[in-house]
């Protein structure tokens, strides 16, 4: 357990980087030279593709430990089961996919339960209508 997180450490890629702003733990971050959580990537596209989720709180200008690839849990998910699992808005992981015309899809891994989340974010998200 790290964070309050339950990691299969046996499957996980970790980078440390300076947060760009305050992070919460398990907000979806990118990296620009620093970590920064998206405000609302969905329908500005800020933030895509994601490329890591915090294991940790960290105040602005702080290291933080993000996680690249590997296994989540999160108790106040509600994701489907076998299903991609989506960013959402802050940094968010949400179980729909956006649908409006102009919203960013990004998926971020595959639900293993509705807790559990194989992190393994898309490189390649997509704009629906364009």
Known sequence: MIGGVLLDAQSVVFGAFQ?????????????DGQYWKPSDPVTTGKG???QGIAIQSA???AIV???SLGIVSNSA???????????GSGGGVIASSP???GNWVARVGIA???T??????EISPFQIGQ
């Open 19 to 31: 947060a760009g702003q305050a992070v919460n733990n398990l907000q979806v971050v990118y990296l």
């Open 48 to 50: 895509v593709p994601p």
């Open 59 to 61: 105040a602005s200008g």
């Open 65 to 67: 430990q993000v996680m």
């Open 77 to 87: 998910w509600a994701l489907a089961s076998g299903q991609p699992a989506f960013l």
């Open 99 to 101: 649908t409006g015309s």
């Open 112 to 114: 293993q339960l509705g």
């Open 116 to 121: 559990v989340l194989l992190f393994n974010p």
